[in-house]
């Protein structure tokens, strides 16, 4: 490999919306996702059944929560600079 040009892989924290941290390695220090394998009920075995809220206003939901996570990460991430 050549020196200097990859970036650096560092330990990294993924962070879900449902309160869930993983830890691994990445160039990125943290990554927020909206769903993981805590919270999916393909790995839960929970069969979740569509409401009559419906699959948009369920990711409307899961992604205000996740942009609320990431504001969060944000204004902290702000607050220490």
Known sequence: MKTD???????AEIRCACG?????????????????????PFYTGQQKFV???GRVDKFQQRLAKT????????AKKKKKI
């Open 5 to 11: 040009i990859h970036p650096k892989y560092v330990d």
């Open 20 to 40: 869930n941290v993983i830890k691994t390695r990445s160039t990125k220090p943290v990554i927020i996702v909206g769903i993981c394998n805590a919270c999916h």
């Open 51 to 53: 409401d009559t809220a």
């Open 67 to 74: 942009q609320a996570v990431q504001a969060a990460a944000a």
